[in-house]
């Protein structure tokens, strides 16, 4: 069972890592959007790499098995997590 989350948790951690690529490209390359290029695409690569990497770094620990270590790495993406909420509940 810890393995099958801790697949999921590298595999998400590399969608969203993949994802913030693609992101900030666009925000140095312009393919989309392009009457507002480069002005909120760094922000949001920013958060999905913050949030990518504490969920990388649980799966890692839970793929060796060590559940508490795995749990506590979980800490910063929910407190990132948190934080996005707050901030798009204060934009909207």
């Known amino acids: 069972m810890l393995r099958s989350l ?3 948790e590298i595999a998400s951690a590399a969608l969203l ?3 913030a690529a693609v992101v900030f490209a666009n925000a140095r390359f312009c393919w989309f959007n392009q009457m507002s290029c480069g002005m909120v695409e760094p922000l949001v ?11 990388g770094v649980a799966g890692a620990l839970h793929w060796r098995r ?4 795995g749990l506590l790495a ?7 997590a948190v934080f996005l909420i707050g901030q798009a509940r204060q934009w909207w």
Do not use: S, Y
């Open 6 to 8: 801790a697949a999921l």
């Open 17 to 19: 890592m993949a994802g």
């Open 45 to 55: 690569a920013f958060f999905a790499v913050l949030i990518a990497v504490p969920i």
């Open 66 to 69: 060590k559940a508490l270590a």
């Open 74 to 80: 979980l800490v910063p993406a929910v407190a990132v």
